[in-house]
């Protein structure tokens, strides 16, 4: 007889060896010790380096004194987002590119990592799940973790997800599934390979998932990296999509709060899905309660912050940041084509996906730029079984970091 222990959720279990950046930080760790190593240039994670806006930090500055005050304190905000928050970014972000989204329908949060795992909370375990590959790896795990996978297979995929490949023979753009399936993750600018779509692409997505009563999770974390201006922000741009799509976004990137953590999810307020009796169910109205009950909301302080990215020089300094990372990926690009290598990403987003040399696997090639340049990148394999051959490799860094990583790849 087994001792009576707590039982744990077996689910976890089926997860691969290690998460893919705590396996980057391993081998960048034994490197560093064999080695003695001060150099390393990392351009792996997606993590920013340049410092806050100022506008974001006076205003962050600001509340903090509020809050010190008998007239200015707050407590408990609201779970769903401060109203002025919610306002600033249905009109700036939706309402100023013709989406009509209003503030109710707008979930303030600590990041659409989590918004984009959480989710899955109200919808249930029966949905057939279609994930691009490469792909996030948040949304595959999140996934296993709740049970609405099998157990991995030898090639790494899980048994019960549908993978739509993305690749040079698509131009990294997934295609509509022949068969039906109820919740589809789409990521544009994409992540990891720097692709996008364009506003028809986008609509024949949109089209489907009303045609099948499907649901579109879009995570649109890097739109304010687009550049071309034919290219949609919003999946809210196309026709029909309040009755299928759920959008998430983060200030990480644009604004640089990874390490501030605010971000927002869009769910419209007409979205409906079904229960087991075919009853129809509002999403927007389970979110609230999702959040209402597992979520004390963002702080006062970080929600100052993030209303300051829609001031006038909020908005300048943002720019100066986005095009400050948009440069590097300019450079990186430009650099890696002159060296022979096959080159994608970095036009509209600010990462680079590369082709590995032969007879090489992307791990092999995260080895060998780790070993002869002290660079570090991130493994394509990493982001799915389509992702092997390739190499991902980050603009968010110094401008000097940049340079000097690319110059040590050429120069190997």
Same mark, same amino acid.
């Given at each position: ?27 960048? $760790? ?343 340049? $002290? ?35 050429? $120069?190997?």
């Amino acid at each position: 007889m087994f001792p009576k222990v707590v039982q744990v959720n077996e689910n976890y279990l089926k997860l691969k060896a290690g998460y893919l950046f705590p396996e980057i930080s391993k081998r960048v $760790n034994l490197h560093s010790q064999k080695n003695f190593s001060s150099e390393l240039i990392k351009l792996g994670i997606g993590d920013v380096t340049e410092p806050l806006p100022r506008s974001c930090v006076d205003a962050m500055q600001n509340a903090l004194v509020e809050m010190s005050t008998n007239k200015g304190f707050r407590g408990y905000g609201p779970e769903q987002g401060y109203l002025w928050l919610r306002e600033k970014i249905a009109e700036n972000e939706f309402i100023s590119k013709g989406c009509q989204i209003v503030p109710e329908e707008i979930f303030v949060s600590d990041g659409s990592k989590c918004d984009s795992s959480n989710i899955l909370d109200i919808l249930g375990n029966d949905n057939l799940i279609a994930v691009t590959d490469p792909v996030y790896p948040v949304y595959v795990d999140s996934n296993v973790m709740t049970g609405r996978t099998g157990f991995a297979n030898d090639n790494g995929s899980y048994e019960g997800l549908t993978y739509i490949a993305i690749n040079e023979d698509n131009n990294f753009k997934p295609e509509i599934p022949k068969e039906k399936v109820d919740i589809i993750y789409l990521c544009f600018p994409n992540n990891p390979t720097g692709a996008t779509v364009s506003k028809k692409e986008l609509k024949d997505w949109v089209d489907y998932a009303n045609r099948n009563n499907s649901l579109i999770f879009f995570d649109a974390a890097y739109e304010a990296f687009i550049q071309d201006g034919n290219i949609p922000h919003s999946i809210y741009e196309i026709e029909g999509s309040k009755n299928c799509a759920i959008e998430f976004r983060s200030f990480s990137k644009n604004a640089g709060f990874t390490g501030v953590r605010c971000a927002y999810t869009v769910i419209p307020k007409n979205l409906s899905g079904r229960n087991s009796k075919g009853e129809e169910i509002n999403i927007w109205s389970l979110w609230n309660r999702r959040q209402s009950t597992k979520f004390n909301g963002v702080s006062y302080i970080v929600q100052r912050g993030a209303e300051a990215v829609y001031s006038n020089q909020g908005k300048k300094e943002v720019e100066k940041l986005i095009n400050f990372y948009m440069n590097n990926a300019s450079i990186m690009r430009n650099k890696l084509m002159q060296a022979g290598f096959k080159v994608f990403g970095g036009l509209n987003a600010p990462y680079i996906w590369i082709k590995v040399p032969d007879q090489m696997t992307s791990w092999d090639f995260f080895d060998y730029l780790l070993e002869k340049a $002290n660079v570090v990148g991130t493994p394509g394999s990493g982001f799915g079984l389509a992702g092997e051959g390739y190499f991902r490799l980050s603009a968010f860094n110094t401008l000097t970091n940049v340079n000097a990583a690319m110059e040590r790849i050429i $120069n190997i």
